[in-house]
């Protein structure tokens, strides 16, 4: 945590900031309690969040995933793929969404809670599901 570079905003303690200095976070957000914000291990998988954002409790954000490239050896000991996460201005994420390695929140869009947020996501959309999906547009 003391590495992610942090604006005029509110971080609930129990929040948990891995890889922090790939992580920034914008002014006057609200990141809930117990959300993970997990970025990748080098410049690839950034996390940026804009201003104006506010998170559900247990929110997820990876910037990472582990690779299934080959059968022949365990996931777990494969390479890491890593993909930036951003996440622009005045974006509502519910409780308990994940957000996965490569996505754009665009300004303005609402994520339902639980949602599994594997593809960009345009501005002023609201999505949810699993895989999230468009529900409307923001009036």
């Not at 945590?1 to 900031?17: E, F, L, Q, Y």
């Not at 922090?20 to 950034?46: F, R």
């Not at 998170?55 to 080959?70: D, K, S």
């Not at 993909?83 to 665009?106: F, K, N, Q």
Request: contains cysteine.
């Amino acid at each position: 945590r003391k590495m992610a570079n942090i604006g005029k905003s509110d971080i609930h303690p129990t929040v948990i900031i891995r890889e922090g200095q790939y992580v920034t976070i914008g002014d006057n957000c609200l990141i809930n309690h117990n959300n993970v914000i997990q970025a990748g291990k080098s410049p690839n998988g950034t996390i940026t969040i804009g201003d104006n954002v506010h998170t559900g409790t247990n929110v997820i954000m990876l910037a990472f995933n582990h690779g299934f490239y080959t059968r022949d050896v365990p996931t777990k000991e494969q390479d890491y793929f890593e993909a930036p996460i951003v996440i622009e201005d005045d974006v509502w994420i519910g409780a308990g969404a994940i957000i996965l390695a490569g996505v754009t929140i665009g300004k303005g869009a609402i994520v339902a809670a639980n949602a599994v947020v594997n593809n960009d996501v345009s501005p002023y959309t609201i999505v949810g599901g699993v895989p999230a999906h468009h529900i409307k547009e923001r009036p």
